[in-house]
């Protein structure tokens, strides 16, 4: 063990994990930790804390430390104009902190850092959602559009303002009648030659700007997204920077109006609200015109000559935010998890298998399962966010900038978002659950998450539409360049669409061993429990997926309009479960690659039967899938609820080091059942009852009484 | 079609629902209505309506009509102090309006009606959840432990204050360290015979009663239970009156001490607390004695012999606010379901299928299966609500009041409590979803009765606790009755225990039909969507793990304690897939029996559909359970998402009438988006584009002019 406890204490000593695992190599066995054996394999805690920080630790250190700062966090019970005011004040304090400035340009004060300003970003959510989200709107929203879609003229213009939050700003996009549709959202921008400037306009209610943050009280500048008409021709959605408020006054400007959204589901610290336009003229100048431009006279020009092409090259910096909320997700995912499985080694509840001790509810199947499968959930999600962040800051670095990679990052965008932030929904509402009353008290925080975490299912791309889009591609992709070829064609294209990595050339030949093995029921668990066998079966699953639904959408494109629409329709259900699959595929494979850049081997073992927990579960969850397909027999798949049960058992002893691993400390945590509190409760009154018995002074039970009685009487008798 | 509005308007034309139906037989076909034809049925909404109004239909109209009211609404952005004032002020309009006494004693001016009072109770939810709970704690709890645990001498005294809310009152069972286990709360009560007092001390930390409503502020009284403990001996849990607070200055009495929960995560107006004694001091008269008494000398007398039993008896009285909150669970998802189906038919996103009109949400696929298949499970969950309630009268009124009927109110009531509460909590977030950003915004009331009902899922019995009780039930009379006999006599069992009606005794036959069946896809097909086959297939599932648990559970009260109960534990998860299934199966009987009680032909029909749909998911859920089990061939279960399908294209036409059925009016609803101003919105927009159309004035689409080019430059060319 004293090698061990060297090992450990050795690696970062400064990060809270290392902290907890130092402290806790002194007194094994922990707690309620059953089947630990001498020959267990031990988790280097650390170590396995710096592969999750990833690429960019160093800024996420520097980030949590910054979120860890009390005048940052969220006070619980605020009403929300108090709550909006804090959250506003707390942007200064990361502008002092030079906490959000890191992906601007340099030419401003920037560092054109992609990847580590999205990292930093993430980790703000352990403060407060609501402060995150509201820094998402000035600087990755507002500020991101000046920068991406605006020139240099516009960046030296306004981002210093928007930088140092002189101009707090909104991203005015959504509209009432358009949200998931922003190609056809109906405010206009018509060029006046005569006076060289736009008429910003909204024709009606459905029209106007909603959702936005900022609108309803901080914002004094927008960027408005409207059709720009010039000469009689929509040329589509541009952006238009436009001043909405005196800044001093804080009152609308001439001709334009608005409302407050109210109080909402959750990030009530955010101001959203409506804003509407009437005959509002901004200069030419004010278009953001990296992606189109209009000439004095009305003329216009665009470096993409397909409107099509063009629009989706402007939304495509709206990727950002999507990348941004998938590992926010997964942080909060992460927080829950730490506090539930804490409280859960220390609380007590029924004694069933002793007269005087109470179990232990991490000891309980259900509670293992419960948690332990949303455990394994959050480690693949962790993982393949870290991909995915990666992959932004290669394309957004423009070391791997082509179309096809921006392509490749906005559909690995569109298919994790969706899984990672409905998984923090439901991971914090099972942890709640799983902490019964202590879990709705807003002082253990899930409640407070999950409320505020609850709409990132929504904005940045509704989690539905985004899986459509994703299916789309992958349909796409397969008619156009599969239609005539045979079937290993395609599995190699999703194999490798899927990992963005090495071609899993022999997946299908495990595929067919499956489909002919009937064998015993041993020999089913072996072969599902094998790396190669998840990756084919999960593989698979997806490729047929989309073969079907391909094959039985041919000729839709040839079919009349609406006929062709309602095909589409009459398989929409199946092409999402096939974009999910999809995306559950992509996790999978990250969490499998990062078994690989972990060098300790009891850890790697510990992380494997967490990976299998995690392919076995989406296995058992798509069963009747494999079944009907002729994937697995009856006697395989069978196994699958067994095997998942014995990989609980054999987590058990880990989990706490699965969850130190996040590197939380009490200031990132910040729930009472999260401090230990229950143990000293816990141990307070075992102590009582075991000082009781010692005295001889305990009351004696009535039951024990009568059956004393009763073995009297018969005794008696006898 | 006449004579179709004379049935429609003949029936209860004063109810919401009628006056909804009415409005709409004038102006068929429904906007984005789908399929409707000449010949296609039509829904009686206000006979339906009667129909789930149940058998307290009157009592419930009036508890709706004073939900409907301003002053009990509950106001969003209020402070947890400002909300839980005004719920309490809200108590008092119920107390003026005689709506929370049914249930107490003729003798104290109540009404000894039992089913009608819950029946008014569960209507509160539409008004404010607090103001439902807070009543619930005063009358369901404090009151109603003094009510069933006392004796006429403590009616007399104490319930005219309870009634009239002169005496707000805690119900203090849970401690911090004791919440699913109230055996083994550690609060003790023991007799002095020297001043004839009970002293009630708290021993412990973990002893702290906990989560207790009206404790932080408002309780001045309360009934707290406690070890009682006379001559030496524990005689278990009982419960005591005792006087919490000066009612002049609300502070604690000597020796009493507390502390606010604070805010939670929802459920505001409510204020819970925490108490702890120290050696104080209640009369010996205090004790609530009808099943246990101690005389003044100290000897104990109880009419039940049995700790174990008296024990579980005082706890029934308990089972009253687990049928509340399932009858309230069924009416939140209603609330939510009319409102995101109202949407949905109005709201416009995309125009796949036509080139100048957007598809309306309901029509697309996803959507339908997102909502009407939570509509079909909150149909069942209410019909199953509705039996659940009509048992309870029925043993509270005395009128079926054996043990057995007990137990099986009891069992019945921890079956379906879980799942509708579930059912509310998952049903209430897809409509959040299901509607977008507008979903999000408080003013929709989704997130806010989310909030608000989370807690549902673990008060009055935490629902995973609950699942094992029942589990813990069919498995005990299994082993007890059943060890030795064969399967089908355990079909018949489980038949009768399921429907508490006539035994399904053809279900086997069926079965053994379905297992030997490799028919074709079409006898699949219709095969499964027979009732008697749902039946069969459902009531087999239960049969086959109760069994198959049972059977691997034989002997483990042999064995030694830690391992028979790790035996029991590594089958958790089993039995409590196992009560689950029983609970669905309860749910599809209630649904299936409820359609007998359909006069209408058309309105039968739509309701069959949307039964199968319920019976089908069910099916759908479990599907790899049937195929391992040898129950469904392969080309069958590939059926059954098919089957699905069209069932939501049947039901998509009565959408808006199976929720208009509900009966709410604006006054329950108050959601802006079920006002239908999105239909006036998307009128509008509409009208906008097509007058623009018409003008000849629309700026022309640069993808349009685009296409033109192209196609004159082909025709120059050629």
Known sequence: M?????????????TPAAAAAAARVAVPPRAGTSGAQAAAPVVDVAALGELLLGKWADTRRTARALAG????????????????????GQLKILVENGAVHRAFPASVGGADEHGGNVAGFQELVIADPSLQIKAGVQWGLFG???NHLGTAEHHRKWLPGIMNLDIPGCFAMTETGHGSDVASIATTATYDPATEEFVVHTPFRAAWKDYIGNAAVDGV???????????????????????LRNPDTKEFLPGIGGEDDGVKGGLNGIDNGRLHFTHVRVPRTNLLNRYGTVDADGGYSSPIASPGRRFFTMLGTLVQGRVSLDGSAVTASKLALKTAIQYATERRQFNASSQTDEEVLLDYQRHQRRLF????????????SEQLL???????????????????????AAALKPLSTWHALDTLQECREACGGAGFLIENRFASLRADLDVYATFEGDNTVLLQLVAKRLLADYAKEFRHVNFG?????VAGQATGAAIHRTGLRGVAQFMADTGSVQRAAIAIKDEASQRALLTDRVQTMVAEVGSALRGANRLPQQQGAALFNSHQNELIEAAQAHAELLQWEAFTEALGQVSDPDTRKVLTWLRDLFGLSLIEENLSWYLMNGRLSMQRARTVGDYINRLLVKVRPHALDLVDAFGFGPEHLRAEIATGAEKVRQDEARGHFRAQRASGDAPVDEKILLARQ?????????
């Open 373 to 384: 499968t949303r455990l394994a959930r959050t480690y693949a999600a962790g993982f393949a």
């Open 489 to 493: 064609v395609l599995a190699r294209y």
């Open 221 to 243: 500048a927008a960027v408005v997204f409207a059709q720009l008409v010039t000469r009689g021709v929509n040329h589509g959605v541009h952006a238009f920077y436009m001043d």
């Open 69 to 88: 700062r009390p005048e940052l966090h969220k006070l619980e019970g605020l009403t929300h104009t108090e709550h909006r005011r804090r959250a506003f």
């Open 710 to 718: 009763a073995h009297g009487t018969r005794a008696h008798g006898a």
């Open 144 to 146: 991101s559009a000046v």
């Open 390 to 412: 990666q992959k932004f800051d290669d394309v957004f670095s423009g070391r791997a900038d082509t179309d096809e990679d921006r392509q490749d990052l906005e559909t690995l």
């Open 2 to 14: 004293i090698e061990l406890a060297d090992r450990r204490a050795g690696a970062a000593k400064n």
